[in-house]
C-alpha cells in the first residue's frame, strides 16, 4: 500500500497535535498552536503535510511557503524566528523493522517532496531539523544538502543534588552562593516576556545583529499553546529586573529557548535563572534540559559549565537552477 501524502484540513487538524504526540522526531514548535503562530509573524504559507497508509499516519513535515520576488521559497521552520528545530517527524515507526522502517520513511519524504514540488514549486528549501531525527538519506535522495549544527542537553534525571554535583566549580559556586537574599528568581507572565525578549534585542544591537523575535510573536505562542508549555523566568535584584530566559516544554525536554543576556547587576543571575529551571523541570517529571544551540564559541564556556550532552541537528538545503535570485529573496526576509 502506498503512502498518500496531503495538506491537513480543518478537520484533519483536530488530529495534528496527537500526531505530534506520537512522533520520537517532534516537539513544542511542531504543534499546530506553534505553526500557526510562526505562520502569522513570518508572513508565510503554512502547509501541515501529513502522510498516511491506510487510515494509519506515518509522518508529519510543517513547511511554511514565502514568495519574494515572484520567487517561491519553502521553510521548516521559517526564517528569522529562532526555531531551532522544526522538519519532519515519522509516526508509528518505533516498532517496525529496519527494512520496513526506512521503506516508510522514504517513501513519506519522497512523498512530501513530490506534492511540494507540485503545488508550490519551490526554488529553494531549507531545513531545521530536530536532534532526534537522525536518518538524513530520504532528505539526500531528494537532493537536500545536509551539514551537521550542535547542540547541548542537560540529563535531569539523577535528580537535582547529584547533577549539581556534576557542574563546573564555578557553576557550583555561583548556584550554592551567588543568591542574596534581596535576588528572587520567579514565573513571570507577559510583562516578564517583553522585558525578557526587549533586553536579547539590545544586546543583539549592541552586536550589530539582527534579531525578529518580537514580545507580540513569544505572548501569541503563549496563548496558542496548553498552559504551561511557554514559561518566562525572571531574575529580580532589589525588586529590579536582571534578567530571565523564556522556555517551552513537552512531557520529556524543557528548551531554553530567548534569553540569558548580559546584564549589569553583580549576581549570577543567568547561573541562577538555569538552575531555577532546571530545579523546576525535575519536579515536573521532565528528563532533559535543552540549551538551544552550541554552536558559538562565545557562548558555550558558559552553556558547558552544567555538563551537558553535545546532540547533532541538521540543517538541509536545496537550491534549484534560479539560485542566486532564491538567496536574494531570502535575504529581503531580513
Given at each position: 500500500?502506498?503512502i498518500?501524502?496531503?495538506?491537513a484540513?480543518?478537520?484533519?487538524l483536530?488530529?495534528?497535535?496527537?500526531?505530534?504526540?506520537?512522533?520520537?522526531?517532534?516537539?513544542?514548535?511542531?504543534?499546530?498552536?506553534?505553526?500557526?503562530?510562526?505562520?502569522?509573524?513570518?508572513?508565510a504559507?503554512?502547509?501541515?503535510?501529513?502522510?498516511?497508509?491506510?487510515?494509519?499516519?506515518?509522518?508529519?513535515?510543517?513547511?511554511?511557503?514565502?514568495?519574494?520576488?515572484?520567487?517561491?521559497?519553502?521553510?521548516?521552520?521559517?526564517?528569522?524566528?529562532?526555531?531551532?528545530?522544526?522538519?519532519?517527524?515519522?509516526?508509528?515507526?518505533?516498532?517496525?523493522?529496519?527494512?520496513k522502517?526506512?521503506?516508510?520513511?522514504?517513501?513519506f519524504?519522497?512523498?512530501?517532496?513530490?506534492?511540494?514540488?507540485?503545488?508550490?514549486?519551490?526554488?529553494?528549501?531549507?531545513?531545521?531539523?530536530?536532534?532526534?531525527?537522525?536518518?538524513?538519506?530520504?532528505?539526500?535522495?531528494?537532493?537536500l544538502?545536509?551539514?551537521?549544527?550542535?547542540?547541548?542537553?542537560?540529563?535531569?534525571?539523577?535528580?537535582?543534588?547529584d547533577?549539581?554535583?556534576?557542574?563546573s566549580?564555578?557553576?557550583?559556586?555561583?548556584?550554592?552562593n551567588?543568591?542574596?537574599?534581596?535576588?528572587?528568581?520567579?514565573?513571570?507572565?507577559?510583562?516578564?516576556?517583553?522585558?525578557?525578549?526587549?533586553?536579547?534585542?539590545?544586546?543583539?544591537?549592541?552586536?550589530?545583529?539582527?534579531?525578529?523575535?518580537?514580545p507580540?510573536?513569544?505572548?501569541?505562542l503563549?496563548?496558542?499553546?496548553?498552559?504551561?508549555?511557554?514559561?518566562?523566568?525572571?531574575?529580580?535584584?532589589?525588586?529590579r529586573?536582571?534578567?530571565?530566559?523564556?522556555?517551552?516544554?513537552d512531557d520529556?525536554?524543557?528548551?531554553?529557548?530567548?534569553?540569558g543576556?548580559?546584564?549589569?547587576?553583580?549576581?549570577?543571575?543567568?547561573?541562577l535563572?538555569d538552575?531555577?529551571?532546571?530545579?523546576?523541570?525535575?519536579?515536573?517529571?521532565?528528563?532533559?534540559?535543552?540549551?538551544?544551540?552550541a554552536?558559538?564559541?562565545r557562548?558555550?564556556?558558559?552553556?558547558?559549565?552544567?555538563?551537558?550532552?553535545l546532540?547533532?541537528?541538521?540543517?538541509?538545503?536545496?537550491?534549484?537552477p534560479?539560485?542566486?535570485?532564491?538567496?536574494?529573496?531570502?535575504?529581503?526576509?531580513?
Open positions: 500500500m502506498s498518500e501524502i496531503t495538506k484540513t480543518d478537520d484533519e483536530d488530529d495534528w497535535n496527537r500526531h505530534v504526540e506520537r512522533s520520537p522526531h517532534a516537539n513544542p514548535f511542531h504543534l499546530l498552536g506553534s505553526l500557526e503562530t510562526m505562520a502569522d509573524h513570518a508572513n504559507d503554512l502547509h501541515p503535510l501529513v502522510g498516511f497508509k491506510g487510515q494509519e499516519p506515518v509522518g508529519i513535515f510543517p513547511v511554511f511557503e514565502i514568495e519574494r520576488m515572484g520567487v517561491s521559497t519553502v521553510f521548516s521552520p521559517p526564517p528569522d524566528l529562532l526555531i531551532p528545530y522544526l522538519g519532519p517527524a515519522l509516526c508509528n515507526v518505533e516498532k517496525l523493522k529496519q527494512r522502517r526506512e521503506r516508510r520513511h522514504e517513501k519524504i519522497d512523498g512530501c517532496f513530490e506534492w511540494l514540488d507540485r503545488a508550490c514549486d519551490p526554488r529553494y528549501v531549507h531545513v531545521h531539523t530536530d536532534p532526534r531525527y537522525d536518518d538524513f538519506r530520504p532528505l539526500g535522495w531528494n537532493g544538502e545536509a551539514s551537521p549544527n550542535y547542540s547541548y542537553r542537560v540529563d535531569l534525571t539523577p535528580g537535582a543534588d547533577l549539581l554535583k556534576r557542574f566549580s564555578d557553576a557550583r559556586s555561583n548556584v550554592k551567588g543568591a542574596p537574599e534581596h535576588c528572587t528568581i520567579e514565573e513571570g507572565g507577559e510583562d516578564a516576556i517583553r522585558r525578557i525578549v526587549t533586553q536579547v534585542a539590545r544586546r543583539y544591537d549592541a552586536q550589530d545583529e539582527y534579531y525578529a523575535v518580537t507580540g510573536f513569544v505572548i501569541d503563549r496563548e496558542r499553546l496548553p498552559d504551561g508549555c511557554v514559561r518566562a523566568y525572571v531574575c529580580r535584584v532589589d525588586g529586573f536582571v534578567g530571565g530566559m523564556i522556555t517551552l516544554e520529556d525536554i524543557i528548551y531554553r529557548w530567548q534569553g543576556a548580559k546584564h549589569d547587576a553583580d549576581v549570577a543571575a543567568n547561573d535563572v538552575w531555577h529551571i532546571m530545579r523546576d523541570a525535575i519536579e515536573r517529571d521532565i528528563d532533559g534540559y535543552d540549551l538551544v544551540g554552536n558559538s564559541r557562548l558555550n564556556g558558559y552553556k558547558a559549565k552544567f555538563n551537558p550532552e546532540r547533532t541537528y541538521h540543517q538541509a538545503e536545496r537550491a534549484g534560479a539560485l542566486r535570485i532564491a538567496r536574494e529573496a531570502y535575504l529581503r526576509l531580513r
